[in-house]
């Protein structure tokens, strides 16, 4: 079984931004003060992030997610609030059912070295705009770059509120800066990302002159081509707080 969420009209008012709509019932109304409800007590938690991203949200109007049914309520809360949307064209929440197969490759790399995870049970709910990926696995929530390789197994609210808010987080995990420097707020849309081209496999380097505009759903299935394994971060930031 699965569950569908639809777009709200308006952003940032009080109520569930999202219309969820419960299979068999047909009662949407109450559905969505349900929703409002169960969500309601992560408003204090994700005030970080929403202090700084929230104004910047773009709700991608019309469309429809479908949940899996076996996606942690923790990401079934974070859709509930966001729904499908772009935060500043610097995040963008997924479909996870849509964008499950294109992130195969680093979900079975990711698998491969970790007998917890299962690569058919790993689902995309948000990337980067470098097309760098925010996954859950059962209760298991996780982050890999497809232009590094680096990963690292944390919270919700661990990426919400520190590694999304804090100035070294947004630039040594996610290329902020890089970002920033090309435009990218202007550039990008749900469709496409910022890649490094040559891409790092193939001897390029990370810099906002090596960063352009590429189809996010090609990018990927270059990348994919260069997979030897993925790596664990070493990255300055989780070194600094001691992860």
């Known amino acids: 079984m699965v569950s569908s969420i639809g777009q709200a009209d308006e952003v940032g008012n009080e109520r569930c931004p999202c219309l969820v709509s419960v299979e068999g019932t047909g009662r949407r109304e109450e559905a969505v003060d349900a929703a409002a409800r169960r969500y309601s007590h992560f408003m204090e938690d994700w005030r970080a992030f929403e202090e700084l991203h929230l104004q910047s949200r773009t709700v991608y109007s019309g469309e429809m997610v479908t949940l899996p049914e076996t996606l942690p309520p923790v990401v079934r809360e974070f859709y509930a609030r966001?729904?499908?949307?772009?935060?500043?064209?610097?995040?963008?929440?997924?479909?996870?059912?849509?964008?499950?197969?294109?992130?195969?490759?680093?979900?079975?790399?990711?698998?491969?070295?970790?007998?917890?995870?299962?690569?058919?049970?790993?689902?995309?709910?948000?990337?980067?705009?470098?097309?760098?990926?925010?996954?859950?696995?059962?209760?298991?929530?996780?982050?890999?770059?497809?232009?590094?390789?680096?990963?690292?197994?944390l919270t919700m609210n661990f990426y919400l509120n520190v590694t999304l808010t804090e100035a070294d987080g947004l630039q040594d995990l996610y290329f902020m800066g890089i970002f920033e420097a090309v435009?990218?707020?202007?550039?990008?849309?749900?469709?496409?990302?910022?890649?490094?081209?040559?891409?790092?496999?193939?001897?390029?380097?990370?810099?906002?002159?090596?960063?352009?505009?590429?189809?996010l759903r090609t990018h990927l299935a270059f990348l994919a081509e260069f997979i030897e394994e993925v790596r664990s971060p070493v990255d300055t930031y989780l070194e600094i707080i001691g992860l």
């Not at 996870?96 to 490759?105: K, T």
């Not at 070295?113 to 689902?123: G, L, P």
């Not at 435009?183 to 490094?196: A, D, I, Y």
């Open 82 to 153: 966001y729904g499908l949307c772009s935060f500043g064209n610097f995040l963008f929440t997924l479909n996870p059912l849509e964008w499950q197969d294109d992130y195969r490759p680093w979900f079975e790399a990711l698998a491969a070295s970790n007998e917890f995870v299962d690569a058919e049970n790993m689902y995309p709910f948000m990337r980067t705009a470098f097309g760098d990926v925010f996954y859950c696995c059962g209760k298991q929530l996780g982050f890999v770059s497809v232009s590094t390789g680096a990963s690292n197994h």
């Open 183 to 215: 435009g990218g707020k202007e550039k990008l849309s749900p469709r496409t990302c910022l890649g490094f081209l040559p891409p790092l496999a193939l001897g390029g380097e990370i810099g906002a002159e090596h960063a352009h505009v590429v189809d």
